[in-house]
Structures are given as structure tokens and as C-alpha cells.
């Protein structure tokens, strides 16, 4: 009885210490099986990056790399400090991560918080607290992609666009709580003057914008990379049909949400990959629109396991813990659906049922 035991416990360390090396040989063994899928989903994954991805975000980060080289984030400390101190816990300087990522999206403020932590600007609390608040999903992808292409409709858009930024800084302030009592924090007189300036020197503008361009390719082909790997991921998990028996699994948890069961593969898709998931979930019909509304709430307040990985390769150049920026995710989903439901239910504006 004993042997049996410490055997059992034997082959869970195993299984345990070897868990990534088992998915990765599995994920090996789907590439070669399903590898006519798997080509059409990496052309399918590489579109989407050149077409979509590219011209979105290289354009922002490269603004952001040239921003940092200039005074504006002192300039947000000092103006802003009042403000993100008492409510988020966090400096001034906070209010540039948090406004480029709402305007640009996602991952554009874990960048910034990344680069923050690098040059001093904050302490590795406040990245932490930083970051589970100014990584979003910004208008372009809401209000163009999900609101007018996916659900034909401008307002839904805008509603899932002020959900989305109002769960994002209830969040922010739950969390001006992270590590409260370590009473650690930045004071922006202390960095005040370690701001680069832009030279006014041509020469020197010219070195800072090849910096900032190159800096910016290496993190969009970054992202490039993730877009093809988890569109390939998806197809394995496809043809394999672990998403129709993930969807059994999860079909007791919707019914108790008062959810049909046909949202399982759409929200499976979303926690894997944002864009597929709130794809399919704009598509399943209901004359209960606003149930489809509700759930692509959440998948874009969650972002997807794909952004988490991108964030996790961002920070990993750094100090700052993965572990609150995932709870705050799954924190802002929660709420972003909340609100979501709340506005739907209470305004007969946004009566989008049948």
C-alpha cells in the first residue's frame, strides 16, 4: 500500500516537472498531423498581422518610443500627481501608459510600464499596479472591429469601448491596494531632469528616430509571432476536437450563468485568442442580442491567454510580477461584463434584443 503510494506520488512530480515538455512534443505531434490546417491557419495568422496588426500598432509604438525621449512624462508627474496618487496609488507619470494604452491597445501600456520600471520611473509595486490597469483594447478594435464589423453596429461598439475603460480604472483603483502596506513609492522630484530630452541637433533626431523605429519592428514582430502561433494553436485544438470537449466540460458552468450552451466554443476561442473568440461570439444568433454583448465584454476585458503571453515576454525583461496583471484581467472581464449587463437592463437605449 505504501509503494503504491509513494509510486503515485512518483509519477505526479514527473508529470509535474515534465508538464511543458509533454506540450510541447503534443503540439510537435499536431503540427505534423493536421499540417495542411495548420499552413492555411499560419497564412490566415500572418494577414491578419500584416493587414491589421502592422498598421494598427507600429505606428503608436513608435510615437511612444519618441514620446518617452521627450519631457512629456515629467510633465504628467508633475501636472498629475494629485490625481493618480490618491486615486490608483501610483505617480503622475502613471497617466501616460494608462492614456496610450486606451488609445492604442493592447500591448502597448505593458510596454510603457516595462520601460518605466527599467529607467526608475516607478517602483516595481507600483509596475505591478501600473500594469493590471493601462494594458487594454483600444477604440480601433471595439468600436471599428467588434462594434461596426462584427456586430453591424456603431453604438454596441461605443458601449463595449465605455465598459471596457470604466472596468479598467475600477480595477486600477482595487488595486491601488496591491502591497499597500510596503508603503514603497516614487516621488517625481526625485526623476525629475532624468527624462531624456530630444537634442535640437538634426543628427541626434535622426538617432532617436532609428532607435524608435527599430525598437518598435522588434516588439510588433514579436506580436507577429504570437498572432501566427496561437492561430495554429486554435486549429490544432480544432481538428483535434479538445474544444468540443472543453465546451462538455464547460457546460454546466453556462447553464448555471443562464448561458446556452453554444457560446462553450466561443468562449473557449476567446480565452485561447481574443479576436477569434469575439468573432465567433458576434456570430451565434440570437434574438437575445444582448447576451452575445455581454460575453464579448468579458473576452475583451480578459484580453485572451495570447496577450497574457505577450505581456509575460514584455515584463519578463524586468522585475515586475505576471501574477497581479492576471488577476486584474480576470477581475476586469468580470466587472466589463457587469457594467455591460447593467447598461443593457437599464436603459432602454441600448435595447439591442429582437
Same mark, same amino acid.
Given at each position: 500500500? %505504501?509503494?503504491?503510494?509513494? %509510486?503515485? #506520488? &512518483?509519477?505526479?512530480?514527473? *508529470?509535474?516537472? +515534465?508538464?511543458?515538455?509533454?506540450?510541447? =512534443?503534443?503540439? /510537435?505531434?499536431? !503540427?505534423?498531423?493536421?499540417? %495542411?490546417? #495548420? *499552413?492555411?491557419? $499560419?497564412? /490566415?495568422? !500572418?494577414?491578419?498581422? =500584416? $493587414?491589421?496588426? =502592422?498598421? /494598427?500598432? !507600429?505606428? &503608436?509604438?513608435? /510615437? @511612444?518610443?519618441?514620446? $518617452? @525621449?521627450? #519631457?512629456?512624462?515629467?510633465?504628467?508627474? =508633475?501636472?498629475? +500627481?494629485?490625481i493618480m496618487r490618491p486615486i490608483f496609488n501610483v505617480p503622475g507619470e502613471g497617466a501616460f501608459p494608462l492614456i496610450m494604452g486606451i488609445i492604442s491597445g493592447y500591448p502597448v501600456g505593458a510596454k510603457i510600464v516595462t520601460n518605466f520600471r527599467k529607467n526608475g520611473i516607478c517602483t516595481k509595486e507600483e509596475g505591478e499596479r501600473l500594469l493590471t490597469f493601462t494594458n487594454n483594447s483600444g477604440p480601433l478594435f471595439i468600436i471599428g472591429t467588434v462594434g461596426i464589423s462584427l456586430f453591424g453596429n456603431t453604438t454596441i461598439g461605443l458601449l463595449l469601448f465605455v465598459t471596457h475603460l470604466l472596468s479598467c480604472l475600477t480595477v486600477g483603483f482595487i488595486f491601488r491596494f496591491w502591497k499597500y502596506k510596503e508603503k514603497s513609492y516614487t516621488n517625481y522630484k526625485s526623476i525629475k531632469g532624468s527624462v531624456k530630452k530630444i537634442p535640437p541637433k538634426l543628427n541626434s533626431l535622426g538617432s532617436i528616430l532609428q532607435n524608435s523605429i527599430m525598437s518598435s519592428i522588434n516588439t510588433i514582430i514579436m506580436i507577429g509571432g504570437f498572432v501566427m502561433l496561437f492561430s495554429v494553436i486554435i486549429s490544432i485544438l480544432n481538428n483535434t476536437g479538445a474544444f468540443k470537449f472543453l465546451s462538455l466540460i464547460l457546460s454546466p458552468m453556462l447553464s448555471f450563468l443562464h448561458l446556452p450552451s453554444s457560446f462553450a466554443t466561443g468562449i473557449l476561442s476567446g480565452i485561447v485568442e481574443l479576436t477569434n473568440g469575439v468573432s465567433i461570439v458576434s456570430k451565434i444568433p440570437m434574438k437575445m442580442i444582448s447576451i452575445n454583448i455581454v460575453v464579448c465584454a468579458f473576452l475583451l476585458g480578459f484580453g485572451g491567454i495570447s496577450i497574457l503571453l505577450q505581456v509575460l515576454s514584455i515584463t519578463s525583461t524586468s522585475d515586475i510580477s505576471i501574477k497581479p496583471y492576471i488577476i486584474g484581467k480576470l477581475l476586469q472581464g468580470t466587472i466589463s461584463a457587469l457594467y455591460t449587463y447593467l447598461l443593457l437592463q437599464n436603459f432602454t437605449f441600448f435595447n439591442f434584443d429582437i
Open positions: 500500500m %505504501r509503494t503504491k503510494k509513494i %509510486r503515485t #506520488n &512518483f509519477i505526479f512530480i514527473s *508529470l509535474k516537472d +515534465n508538464m511543458l515538455s509533454i506540450i510541447f =512534443v503534443l503540439f /510537435a505531434i499536431g !503540427l505534423i498531423v493536421f499540417s %495542411r490546417e #495548420n *499552413l492555411e491557419a $499560419s497564412k /490566415a495568422g !500572418l494577414h491578419l498581422w =500584416v $493587414s491589421s496588426v =502592422v498598421p /494598427a500598432l !507600429l505606428p &503608436f509604438f513608435i /510615437a @511612444c518610443e519618441l514620446l $518617452s @525621449c521627450t #519631457n512629456i512624462i515629467d510633465y504628467l508627474g =508633475v501636472k498629475l +500627481n494629485k
